[in-house]
């Protein structure tokens, strides 16, 4: 059997959860991208950080080892600008809230990025961790005066050494408070510009998303139309996996699960099978147990019976948060 890469002719890849957690590289990621590129298989890094060029996007991985380089890295910032390229002169002002990787991106594009509201024709507004109240205030009067809004992402949250701080999504609610609109386009994950930007410079045709994330990853993928695979590196858990009302194509426990042949669950009789595992709905327990093989197996195969159950009960009626699930004897949903 061939490996699960060998189906695409490329592979776009979320970072943080995918390829490193904080300052440390995942185990087996680089070692995955190496063997892509080997493959002949191209490698997109796709980002929600709108904060970062690419070239510093690049350097940090290389630093952990993963083959990259600046014309390999997409961000949400170079996403807005092309927005942005397709919606102004060339030469325009576009009021610029967030880190420096946002004017880098719109100078690619022959616009020209400004701290200043005067003459700004556009806001385009992204992470930056010196973001100031007078810069969300400025732009809620551009704002409200009509010009073009371009958010980079709408992550609520960016996690930090300290824990969970306020995301660009959570400063981009504060201006659309204050505006009383919402922003004209969003850039990153789940909108699928990000993605079709990257699909693009590379040339594919068969492109697969790899994310850890369901609400941006996997519904990015989803909204390209492009099959997904989520990995258990980052912030899913099996739980999420159980709970989540969004499909990923693929479920992995890491990134390196791609150069191995892919185990599909199927439906047999009133039993999911993957692998060695197998999964029966128990009527007295309301609960999902499977068991018999890899841990990532029998996930798989509950995975499998729950959307079974979905369809033959009514996906707009089914609630999963109802249905435990035990793997080799262990509740996973707690």
């Not at 519904?219 to 590196?233: E, N």
């Not at 009302?245 to 999911?272: C, F, K, W």
């Not at 309301?286 to 959307?307: P, T």
């Amino acid at each position: 059997m061939s490996s699960l890469a060998e189906q695409y002719d490329c592979v776009l890849l979320d970072l943080d959860g995918v390829l490193y957690r904080g300052p440390v590289g995942i185990p087996g990621a680089a070692e995955a991208v190496s063997a892509l590129g080997d493959m002949g298989i191209a490698t997109s890094f796709v980002t929600n950080n709108a904060s970062r060029t690419p070239a510093e996007v690049a350097s940090h991985l290389v630093e952990l080892g993963i083959a990259a380089a600046p014309q390999n890295v997409v961000t949400s910032a170079q996403a807005g600008a092309h927005i942005l390229s397709t919606h102004l002169p060339s030469g325009s002002l576009v009021y610029v809230v967030g880190g420096a990787g946002i004017e880098a991106a719109l100078g690619e594009v022959g616009l020209h990025g400004v701290r200043s509201p005067e003459g700004a024709a556009a806001v385009i507004q992204g992470f930056g961790p010196e973001v100031r109240w007078s810069d969300l205030a400025e732009a809620a009067y551009l704002v409200q005066s009509g010009v073009y809004w371009v958010a980079t992402n709408m992550d609520t949250t960016f996690p930090t050494e300290r824990g969970i701080a306020p995301g660009n999504g959570s400063l981009v609610r504060a201006v659309e408070a204050a505006a009383g609109r919402e922003p004209d386009a969003v850039a990153g994950k789940p909108a699928p510009a990000l993605g079709r930007l990257a699909i693009e410079r590379a040339g594919a045709t068969q492109a697969l998303m790899v994310g850890d994330r369901y609400d941006t990853d996997i519904a990015g993928g989803i909204a390209l139309g492009i099959p997904t695979y989520l990995v258990l590196t980052g912030v899913t858990t099996s739980a999420d996996v159980w709970r989540s009302t969004i499909r990923s194509t693929y479920i992995a426990e890491g990134l390196d699960a791609l150069l191995h042949p892919y185990v599909q669950p199927t439906m047999v009789d009133n039993s999911a099978v993957c692998g060695r595992s197998s999964a029966q709905f128990d009527v007295q327990r309301n609960a999902v147990i499977a068991s018999g093989g890899e841990f990532i197996e029998s996930l798989r195969a509950a995975e499998e019976l729950k959307w079974n159950l979905a369809i033959s009960r009514g996906i707009d009626s089914f609630a999963v948060g109802d249905i435990g699930l035990l793997i080799d004897g262990r509740v996973v949903t707690e």
